[in-house]
């Protein structure tokens, strides 16, 4: 589990923007059968530098996968917002992680 930071947004409303074309760089075709290559979910916090608001992309994936993907969300996204990747804690990802688990037959 690992959580994609991309920090320095003034509001909420303008980090919730950029959901969509995050969401078509991880899963270009939503229309295809289940499941995603890499389970995904978003979230947002407050605790950005200077009290910006932060998008936090959840994945369900393995540290490398991880990594190559921050790297295209930070091609996306600009070179204006500071974009980090880390180990996320799976208790806050519950539902990611029960998604990931339903679609793996593993529940």
Same mark, same amino acid.
Do not use: K, N
């Given at each position: 589990?690992?959580?994609?930071?991309?920090?320095?947004?003034?509001?909420?409303?303008?980090?919730?923007?950029? *959901?969509?074309?995050?969401?078509?760089?991880?899963?270009?075709?939503?229309?295809?059968?289940?499941?995603?290559?890499?389970?995904?979910?978003?979230?947002?916090?407050?605790?950005?530098?200077?009290?910006?608001?932060?998008?936090?992309?959840? &994945?369900?994936?393995?540290?490398? *996968?991880?990594?190559?993907?921050?790297?295209?969300?930070?091609?996306? &996204?600009?070179?204006?917002?500071? &974009?980090?990747?880390?180990?996320?804690?799976?208790?806050?990802?519950?539902?990611? &992680?029960? *998604?990931?688990?339903?679609? *793996?037959?593993?529940?």
């Amino acid at each position: 589990m690992y959580e994609i930071r991309i920090a320095g947004h003034p509001s909420t409303e303008e980090a919730l923007a950029l *959901q969509d074309p995050i969401q078509r760089l991880l899963c270009p075709d939503p229309d295809h059968a289940p499941p995603c290559e890499v389970p995904w979910s978003f979230t947002v916090a407050d605790d950005g530098p200077d009290d910006s608001t932060v998008l936090v992309l959840g &994945v369900y994936t393995a540290e490398g *996968q991880a990594t190559r993907l921050a790297t295209q969300v930070r091609s996306l &996204v600009g070179g204006g917002r500071a &974009v980090a990747v880390s180990e996320g804690d799976a208790g806050e990802w519950g539902e990611l &992680v029960e *998604q990931y688990e339903f679609e *793996q037959g593993l529940r």
